[in-house]
């Protein structure tokens, strides 16, 4: 029925506007509430249980990086630190830190790889001390430590922020939330890179005193370095079991993880010979503790 009444006709009209108005304005808080609740599902949360980005990490990496390359290893003066901490920063960022992989790190570690020579590898499991020390007592011998990545990164902390390019200060996710964090992805790339490098003899570092055995299946050692390492530039793996100098005594080379471990490289056509307790890491250990029993009954 046509609207014959002026008034009438004015009051109709403004009632459909304000009645579509509202529509409107309902359609987009209900849009709103479900891109928001969307969004928020795909993106962990970033509170995390571990410690944050440790402080000033822009300085200490660029302080590292300067001090490697000019005092360190001057063989490899022509990376750039700068560039380095670039695409350290890039492969972290604006991605989910719970799924974070050596695909993210594969970009960084390429600009930084520099080759290692033969013979002078030592990879090591639970003897992070120790394996250090022999490093820096014995000439030519290398830890990861002792590469580039591995010297600039070594007891740092950093995450991002899944929405963001910043570091995260306040927390960052521990190994027991998720491991394919930023720290353990760029080691687990780390030691891949380092054992795939590795040539001639390869040195072995493992703890016998530890519970679980001088060989855990899911350490880096056992699941990344030893699948990485290359038959065809392996001459021979030498692995040592060094008890804690004060023992006990739980781990040595007819140990089963040991001899399975013989074993596994054997199977890869890598032979390998261990020893329990080497002596001139023993002799380190004794020069730090010389009061230790296991000290004097060799010494005197």
């Not at 090591?124 to 120790?130: E, R, Y």
């Not at 990485?228 to 006990?248: A, F, K, Y």
Request: proline residues 5%; hydrophobic residues 35%; contains cysteine.
């Amino acid at each position: 029925m046509a609207c014959t009444h002026a008034l009438l006709c004015t009051q109709k009209r403004r009632l459909i506007l304000v009645a579509c108005a509202l529509l409107f304005l309902a359609g987009i808080v209900a849009l709103a509430f479900f891109l928001g609740k969307h969004h928020h599902s795909e993106i962990p949360p970033e509170n995390w249980k571990g410690a944050g980005t440790t402080a000033d990490l822009y300085e200490i990496i660029l302080g590292r990086c300067d001090d490697y390359v000019m005092f360190v290893n001057p063989g490899v003066r022509n990376k750039d630190c700068r560039k380095l901490y670039q695409l350290f920063k890039a492969s972290v960022m604006k991605r989910n830190q719970c799924n974070i992989t050596t695909v993210d790190y594969e970009e960084l570690f390429q600009f930084s790889s520099s080759p290692i020579p033969c013979n002078q590898s030592l990879l090591w499991s639970k003897t992070s001390d120790l394996a250090h020390l022999y490093a820096k007592s014995v000439p030519n011998i290398l830890t990861l430590e002792d590469t580039l990545l591995g010297y600039v990164a070594n007891r740092l902390s950093w995450c991002g922020h899944s929405s963001n390019s910043g570091w995260n200060y306040k927390s960052c996710p521990a190994r027991y939330e998720c491991d394919n964090n930023p720290v353990s992805a760029f080691w687990r790339t780390a030691s891949a890179h380092f054992a795939k490098q590795a040539c001639g003899v390869v040195h072995v570092m493992l703890n016998g005193s530890i519970p679980a055995g001088a060989i855990k299946p899911d350490s880096i050692f056992s699941s990344v370095e030893v699948p990485s390492l290359d038959p065809v530039r392996i001459s021979e793996v030498r692995i040592w079991v060094m008890d804690n100098i004060d023992g006990p005594d739980r781990n040595s080379c007819s140990s089963k993880n040991q001899t399975d471990l013989e074993a596994k490289l054997l199977e890869r056509n890598i032979s390998s010979i261990c020893v329990d307790n080497y002596w001139p890491v023993h002799i380190l250990q004794c020069v730090r503790t010389p009061n230790e029993s296991a000290c004097k009954s060799k010494t005197g």
